[in-house]
């Protein structure tokens, strides 16, 4: 198939792409460059040997994107373009609204114009919010976000929904990531952060490597063996390989379906840090500080669901996340920028 995949210079997006080219499909990108570097589009090609087509351009611009559709008979869409940072859309509300969501509409107004309706679009496990069930099955209620990022995961998974509800050709997978980390196997592609990184993996490796002086874990006070928080973390390499299976239910015609993308397994904050530096022998200092706002205590999936009708399942463990962020990190200690 032909896949346009949108934000596919970022972080995942970037891993999907080798994935796709991996299994045989042909990929079309669309990105921005507002949160990654084209340098991402380098490493997909020197990884897989093949070519791919780049637009540097956005998902709001709706003449970039009839060019892109006019040129390629794209098959299906794959969309992760969005912007992202938890902290930041609390005081860019509007700025993450005309993205996510303004952005989505141009696509799919612009997908359909082209006969093209199939969709698979990066949610996340923040939907749930605080999760009424643990672990969490997709038929656990939808929740209060804390953010305005979440709420337009939240909202985009309606829209879509009521789109495919009016017009029935349409193909619309939602996919609810967990939390992805880790980084390609060959240490050429990783998670980039601009600045101070909000997520915990890329802060621990920064303590690593000696950017940042040390990890400050937000509470130890949850109701929870050790009293820091819960995750799901999720390799970014099996998150990939969750798109390329979730195609085949696209080719399968499957209407609206929705899946958890996590590793069913959850670990506190500690055991992540504990866990790295089993796996790289590298100390992170830490400490302890008061509760984040807007962290719930416990997060993780059901990964039954994805298991059973994608045929997919997370391969790696917590220690190969540990090792490939770690791998990626002092193989590129500046990201993607010299
Ligand atoms: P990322 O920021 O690395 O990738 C997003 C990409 O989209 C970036 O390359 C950015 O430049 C591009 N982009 C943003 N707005 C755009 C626009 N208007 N037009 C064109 N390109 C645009 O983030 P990621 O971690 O790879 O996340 C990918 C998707 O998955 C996002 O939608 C994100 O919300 C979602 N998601 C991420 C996580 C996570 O923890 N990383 C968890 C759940 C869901
Ligand atoms: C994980 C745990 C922190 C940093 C976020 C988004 C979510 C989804 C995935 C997109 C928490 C703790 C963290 C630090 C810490 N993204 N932590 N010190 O919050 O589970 O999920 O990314 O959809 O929407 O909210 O991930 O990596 O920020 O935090 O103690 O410096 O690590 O409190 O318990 P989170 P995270």
Not at 123 to 137: F, L, N, Q
Not at 167 to 173: A, T, Y
Not at 193 to 210: C, D, E, R, S, W
Not at 318 to 327: A, F, Q, V
Request: glycine share 10%.
């Amino acid at each position: 198939m032909k896949i346009l995949v949108t934000g596919g210079a970022g972080f995942i997006g970037s891993h999907t792409c080798v994935e796709l080219m991996n299994a045989g499909h042909e990929v079309v990108v669309i990105d921005n460059l507002c949160n990654s570097s084209e340098k991402s589009m380098e490493r997909v090609k020197e990884i897989t040997g093949k070519d791919l087509a780049f637009y540097k351009g956005d998902i709001l611009d709706r003449d970039c994107l009839n060019t892109i559709f006019t040129e390629h008979k794209i098959d299906a869409v794959i969309h992760f373009a969005g912007l992202k940072a938890v902290g930041e859309s609390v005081y860019k509300p509007w700025e993450y609204y005309n993205n996510n969501i303004t952005g989505t509409l141009t696509l799919t107004d612009v997908m359909r114009a082209h006969d093209v309706k199939n969709l698979i679009f990066s949610s996340s496990a923040t939907v749930y919010g605080d999760p009424a069930e643990i672990p969490i099955t997709e038929n656990c209620p939808k929740g209060k976000c804390t953010n305005p990022y979440g709420w337009t995961k939240s909202m985009l998974e309606q829209i879509l929904t009521d789109l495919h509800t009016a017009d029935n050709s349409w193909n619309v997978i939602l996919l609810r990531y967990f939390n992805p980390i880790g980084a390609h196997p060959t240490g050429l592609m990783g998670e980039d952060p601009n600045g101070i990184p909000n997520n915990l993996m890329p802060y621990i490796t920064q303590v690593a490597i000696g950017k940042l002086p040390e990890l400050g874990i937000f509470g130890n006070d949850y109701d929870t063996p050790d009293g820091t928080c819960i995750r799901d973390y999720i390799h970014v390499c099996d998150l990939a390989t969750g798109h390329v299976a979730a195609l085949k239910k696209i080719e399968e015609k499957a209407g609206l379906c929705i899946y958890n993308l996590g590793t069913g397994v959850g670990y506190s904050v500690l055991d992540v840090v504990n866990n790295f530096m089993e796996a790289t022998g590298v100390n992170v200092a830490y400490s302890m500080k008061p509760r984040r706002e807007g962290d719930v205590p416990q997060c993780y999936s059901s990964a039954q669901k994805a298991k059973e009708e994608l045929g997919w399942e997370a391969k790696y463990g917590i220690k190969e996340m540990c090792r490939d962020s770690w791998n990626w990190q002092t193989k590129n200690p500046n990201g993607y920028k010299d």
